[in-house]
T-cell receptor, first 115, second 116 residues
Framework: EPEVTQTPSHQVTQMGQEVILRCVPI?????FYWYRQILGQKVEFLVSFYNNEISEKSEIFDDQFSVERPDGSNFTLKIRSTKLEDSAMYFC?????????????FGPGTRLTVL | AQSVTQPDIHITVSEGASLELRCNYS??????LFWYVQSPGQGLQLLLKYFSGDTLVQGIKGFEAEFKRSQSSFNLRKPSVHWSDAAEYFC??????????????FGSGTQLTVLP
């Protein structure tokens, strides 16, 4: 069964450094998403991406964040200058816009630790 | 206003007992709704989903949920809990002012502890 994959599973970085989190969505999906979950809190939407552009973004997704689909398979989230409060689990998701009711398929997540 | 709310932060049940986790929604129209489970340090696994039609939906791992419009609820149930069901459970649906937005909004989660 196809699945969403994410790399790395755990990323440790120093405050102020740039990080790139990578995702490979399911191959025939067209919508891609990033969510984050700060430890002990709920899952929060960051951004959605369709047709090579951002379709929605939350207030969390400020200028330090960017997303890109550099090729036909990868979908990346870049954090330009990490802050301590960026420490969280980051989930990528994808879905097929023709699917019923917007079911989204989630990757296993990348745990980002900012020191 | 939140789209979905989970009023119970933590629930403890004994193994073999029945389980009901509450989810309330605040949409005007019939929403699509999901239940996800997250084991410690793991990703989100879809348990079941509701779009329309039959209000009782069956999911994986013996879970089911019932959509009740009169109560604005979509509670998750399992007749007999197993120790491996200990996890965090999230209810999810569209944003309250979704328009064309396709992202999910999640409840705050219910942590399930299963006693031997």
């Amino acid at each position: 069964e196809p699945e969403v994959t994410q790399t790395p599973s755990h990323q440790v970085t120093q405050m102020g450094q740039e990080v790139i989190l990578r995702c490979v969505p399911i191959s025939n999906h067209l919508y891609f998403y990033w969510y984050r979950q700060i430890l002990g809190q709920k899952v929060e939407f960051l951004v959605s991406f369709y047709n090579n552009e951002i379709s929605e973004k939350s207030e969390i997704f400020d200028d330090q964040f960017s997303v890109e689909r550099p090729d036909g398979s990868n979908f990346t989230l870049k954090i330009r200058s990490t802050k301590l409060e960026d420490s969280a689990m980051y989930f990528c998701a994808s879905n097929d816009p023709t699917g019923l009711g917007n079911e989204q398929f989630f990757g296993p997540g990348t745990r980002l630790t900012v020191l | 206003a939140q789209s979905v709310t989970q009023p119970d932060i933590h629930i403890t049940v004994s193994e073999g007992a029945s389980l009901e986790l509450r989810c309330n929604y605040s949409y005007g129209a019939t929403p699509y709704l999901f239940w996800y489970v997250q084991s410690p340090g793991q990703g989100l696994q879809l348990l079941l989903k509701y779009f329309s039609g039959d209000t009782l939906v069956q999911g994986i791992k013996g879970f089911e949920a019932e959509f009740k419009r009169s109560q604005s609820s979509f509670n998750l149930r399992k007749p007999s809990v197993h120790w491996s069901d200990a996890a965090e459970y999230f209810c999810a649906g569209p944003p309250i002012s979704s328009g064309s937005a396709r992202q999910l909004t999640f409840g705050s989660g219910t942590q399930l502890t299963v006693l031997p």
